[in-house]
């Protein structure tokens, strides 16, 4: 059997299984159980728009969730750097997607590897309302760092979490750097229920 974007369903297995296995070797940099869910997918990757040329960065991967829809959207017109830091993830990324270029690295350090190009979109899959606030001004300052003027940023955030003091210290951060910050409904259909922030950089 064959899904919608042409990956045999019983290959589905063995990502979904892996992203729990890097879920139980290190609950809180995952931030989830499951993979994101086709719906999310859509509400992160269909309002992005990409030209010919484009550099576009993917932060927090996991086992591709995102990253295979990013590749057929873009369809060859640019670059798709990912940067994944669990083993297990990265491994089956690298799996599914060889055509994929992946760094085993934290996202904070992504200036060094783009330098001197900066992306004009970068696609964050990291839980933002799990870490530290100085974790999380070390990966925005990256972002910052990294984007083009105008450039978008989009990430998602857990309902579940929305009022814990990291998210919405996240979301002040956001409303500071950014020229404009849109926000969608929430997203039933994803374990667990989340939304997407489309931000234009200054
Ligand atoms: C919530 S999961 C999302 C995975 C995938 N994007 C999805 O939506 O199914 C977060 C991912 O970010 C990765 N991650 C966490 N901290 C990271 C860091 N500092 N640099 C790069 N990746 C990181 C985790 O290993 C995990 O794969």
Redesign the pocket.
Known sequence: MTSSNGVKSETLRGPRLRFVE?FLRDPL????CW??SSALCHAVVDPCEFQPGDTVVE????TG??TELLLERMDGRGRLLA????ET?IAELRRRLPHCQTIHD???HLPKYLSPRRATCIIS???WGNMLAATQDRMLAAVLKSLTPGGQFVAFAYAHATWFPTSRRFRRRLQENFARVKRTPIIWRNFPPAYVYHCWRK
């Open positions: 890097s940099s995952v931030g989830s993979p994101s932060l927090g991967p996991g969730a995102f940067m994944e830091i669990s993830n934290s996202a904070e899959g990291l839980a």
